[in-house]
């Protein structure tokens, strides 16, 4: 009578610290970060770092960058921002999470990871669209703004420099 009671404790037991190992191991760390773009610190909380596997990734802040870049957005209203960029007109839809280029035949959504990206993520903070690392450098490529995207994860701070 003791022995299947043991057998079942036992087997409970290992359940249990399997579910707790699964758990632990597939937890993904993550922390703030500083933002630094050619050089200049961006003082926005919407920064992220979280740590995989594969490669770091860094959820950022894209109307903070576009800023940063000399870039200001035109509100029309509390959720469309638009965004004179070497010579074009795009715009945000926060609520939508797209940008597009206006005017244009097409309303292709430029707010798409690129072929072959790790890990996707884009979402609406207040007046802001955060999206992860490979996202904005897609986006941005697409607006033809070119940059490098560095993750320091022993500093928790992404450096986007211009390429020249």
Known sequence: MKRPFISRLMA???????GILLIFCT???KASGRLIVDGITID???????SYDQAPVAHLPLISILKALGNEPQWIDDDTAEFEINGRTYQLLLDQK??????GNHHINLLLPPPG???????REKNEIVADDQ????????LRIK???RINTQSNTVFIDRNT
């Open 12 to 18: 409970s037991l290992i359940i249990v610290a399997l």
């Open 27 to 29: 937890t993904k760390h």
């Open 44 to 50: 926005d909380s919407n920064v992220l770092i979280r």
């Open 98 to 103: 797209t940008l597009s280029e206006k005017g």
């Open 117 to 123: 990206a790790e890990c996707f993520f884009c979402e």
């Open 135 to 142: 996202t904005i450098w897609s986006a941005l490529d697409l």
């Open 147 to 149: 940059l490098n995207i």
